[in-house]
């Protein structure tokens, strides 16, 4: 079963704005991660986020984590063509144990219209 | 560098056949997955290893067999392939982060498999 659920499945936005997209999960996390996948490659790791963080930045990437409501946001600002892709978000099963594995969300289609 | 690299990327089989995927890595990461990806279903865990000599059972391991000889090479193999397998597979690999470390992937271009 999937540990996160991104919202919402897709999202089509004009080049400029920005693209908010998020993660539901389960169960207590320890960390928290988005990853990203270009029609027909693999997935690439965009950020991670600590259970102990509220909020992280990474060039126009901005990522939130709210425990309590168990989700999390992912935030493109000022998109570009280039960030055409699907996003997915992925967690350690729980906070104790098999953080050697991760669940993957069934992913935010974005589309970005030049 | 190359990363993690998946051989073959492309493979048709017929029902009832076998094949192995090769999942092969440089960064001498110790953990080595094998995902398979299909539309509205997102990434679902096959196998992975912790290790060289080890495997474990992911999420839908049922037809599908691993092997991890060398700490490198991550094989997937299929005994008898089924058309519910068609699907893409992804290998991946992280390195062994010590207690609540967080884990990040590495992923490969992945293999398209279709079975008839």
């Known amino acids: 079963s999937q540990q996160g659920e991104e919202d919402p499945q897709a999202l089509s936005i004009q080049e400029g704005e920005n693209a908010t997209m998020n993660c539901s999960y389960k169960t207590s996390i320890n960390n928290l991660q988005w990853y990203r996948q270009n029609s027909g490659r693999g997935l690439v790791h965009l950020i991670l986020i600590r259970s102990n963080e509220r909020e992280k930045h990474s060039g126009r990437l901005r990522v939130t984590l709210d425990t309590s409501k168990k989700s999390s946001s992912l935030l493109i600002t000022a998109s570009r063509a280039a960030d055409t892709a699907s996003y997915f978000c992925a967690t350690p099963p729980d906070s104790l144990f098999g953080n050697e594995k991760l669940t993957f969300g069934t992913g935010t289609r974005l589309t970005i219209i030049p | 560098n190359a990363g993690v690299t998946q051989t073959p990327k492309f493979r048709v089989l017929k029902t009832g056949q076998s094949m192995t995927l090769l999942c092969a890595q440089d960064?001498?990461?110790?953990?080595m997955y094998w995902y398979r990806q299909d539309p509205g279903m997102g990434l679902r865990l096959i196998h992975y290893?912790?290790?060289?000599?080890?495997?474990a059972k992911g999420e839908v391991p049922d037809g599908y067999n691993v092997s991890r000889l060398k700490k490198q090479n991550f094989l997937l193999g299929l005994e008898s392939a089924a058309p519910s397998q068609t699907s893409v597979y992804f290998c991946?690999?992280?390195?062994?982060?010590?207690?609540?470390?967080?884990?990040?992937?590495?992923f490969g271009a992945g293999s398209r498999l279709t079975v008839l």
């Open positions: 960064m001498n990461h110790e953990y």
């Open positions: 290893s912790v290790g060289e000599g080890t495997t």
């Open positions: 991946a690999s992280s390195i062994r982060r010590a207690g609540a470390g967080a884990n990040v992937l590495t």
